[in-house]
């Protein structure tokens, strides 16, 4: 897939606003003319030179430091220049657009990479990778994102795609000679091999599906009448004052995010307006907004007064409550009913008795909340994924499913098993980028960020 740039891009790799540090990355066929422009010549290759970086007039911009990677040894495989000088905005813009001058254009957001990727330097998984390991908000996250970019992910979808290529081979071979079909089971080992492959995928699944849930983290909504300590449950969890507390009724008015952290999973908590019938027109705004942030949630924690419980008012809010919506009933300020902290499940319902105000509780609902992801501690071996990922993966265990079937009966359909056997291939070859239509990989790489 090597391609050969005609053009040299450019980009501060560095985050926008003041730092001690800024870095201009060149990268393509002119990278060597830019050097030669900013520089003056081209340093020696994998050594760091401290030199003046120059304008067109010969002025000094700056000093810094330049490295050199010489195609193919480089992150994107053509020839890339680093500029590291002051972060300074002016300086770095007068840099950036000196480098313009020597023939450089504006990179694209993602272009360094998308060109590693088309230079076969990274696979599309290891290059989605690189961004996610940039947008990680917790360790847990970036291990799981430095495994992909490893190569971890993709060395098991390769493996899994030569275990598919083998059996391929064996059944392509047998469609010549259909006489001998019964042999070609009993010799190629097809439903055995057919099964590990289908275990594989399933692990593989696992590892993946825990990573997703490690890269975008879990949203989670509080809902529930004014007053029943929505907003203190939110401070609790964000360990800090985040939200205003006080015992007038209706006090949150808008929505208010926190993202926390427990066990390594990142949970993005909503406050909500207290829902209730009201003729306050900024209260009933609050409230929209508070159904539409429940439509796009993973879960809800129904917060109720324990000394009122499931009363008329929390049912009605339950019964408004998207169908299908995983929820916590969450029953608070035990400490004034005398109740203990308990959990109780009863079906796919979880109750959670809680003070906020103690803190009794709530190492339980922590608990349960990590329960609706069913999370089991397992982030230590996850593989950061994304949804187009875990499509690609579920649509190669549905394709190896129908394998087994075709194979599984009296009759052998032989052709179909072949054709099945073909749609799982090419459904984890998606992954890898191996048939990645070019649209998707422009969705892909428009997404991160400029410089890299």
């Known amino acids: 897939m090597s391609v050969i740039a005609r ?42 030179a401290f030199l003046p970086f120059r304008a067109g007039d010969g002025s000094v911009i700056d000093h810094g430091l330049a490295l050199w990677f010489a195609a193919p040894a480089s992150y994107t495989g053509e020839d890339v220049l680093e500029l590291q000088g002051h972060g300074g905005v002016a300086v770095l813009r007068a840099l950036l657009e000196r480098c313009f001058e020597a ?10 990479t998308e060109r590693a990727f088309l230079n076969d330097r990274m696979d599309l998984a290891q290059a989605e990778a690189v961004a996610d390991l940039i947008d990680a908000s917790t360790r847990a996250a970036a291990r799981s994102a430095m495994r992909s970019l490893d190569g971890e992910f993709s060395r098991h979808v390769h493996a899994l795609e030569e275990s598919l290529i083998h059996l391929r081979m064996f059944v392509e071979a047998t469609l010549d000679f259909p006489e001998e079909e019964v042999e070609f089971l009993q010799q ?20 993946a599906r825990v990573g997703s849930v490690l890269r975008e983290g879990l949203t989670v909504v509080l809902a529930g009448a004014p007053n ?12 800090a004052d985040r939200a205003i507390v006080t015992d007038i009724a209706g006090t949150t008015r808008d929505t208010l995010r926190e993202l926390i952290e427990i066990d390594g999973v990142p949970l993005h908590v909503i406050d909500t307006a207290g829902l209730r019938e009201t003729d306050d027109p ?36 339950d019964d408004s409550l998207p169908i299908g919506l995983r929820r916590i009933r ?3 300020k035990i400490d004034l009913t005398g109740e203990t902290e308990r959990v109780d499940h009863q079906g796919e319902l979880t109750t959670v008795r809680v003070s906020v105000k103690t803190g ?3 190492s339980n609902l922590s608990r349960v909340l990590l329960e609706q992801v069913a999370w089991s501690g397992g982030g230590e071996d ?71």
């Open 360 to 362: 009794q509780g709530l």
């Open 7 to 48: 053009d040299t891009i450019a980009a501060i790799a560095t985050p926008p606003g003041r730092g001690g540090v800024g870095v201009v990355r060149i990268s393509g066929a002119g990278a060597a003319d830019v050097a030669r422009a900013v520089l003056g010549r081209v340093p020696p290759a994998r050594h760091a």
């Open 330 to 332: 969450v029953f608070n």
């Open 282 to 317: 900024v209260e009933r705004a609050g409230m929209d907004r508070t159904r539409r942030e429940l439509a796009r949630a993973h879960a809800v924690v129904h917060l109720m007064d324990a000394r009122t419980g499931f009363d008329d008012s929390a049912r009605a809010i």
């Open 103 to 112: 023939g450089a254009r504006p990179a694209r957001p993602g272009e360094f």
């Open 382 to 452: 996850a593989l950061s994924a994304r949804g187009r990922h875990l499509h690609a993966l579920d649509m190669a265990a549905s394709h190896v499913e129908r394998a087994e079937c075709c194979i599984s009966g009296a009759t052998l359909q032989l052709e179909l098993f072949a054709e099945e056997l073909r749609l799982a291939h090419r459904a984890l070859g998606e992954i890898t980028g191996e048939f990645t239509p070019d649209d998707l990989l422009g969705e892909i790489f428009t997404r991160f960020c400029i410089g890299k």
């Open 228 to 239: 029943v300590g929505k907003s203190s449950l939110l401070n609790a969890l964000a360990g």
């Open 188 to 207: 190629s080992g097809a439903r055995t091999k057919l099964a590990d492959v289908n275990a594989a995928l399933a692990a593989l699944r696992e590892r």
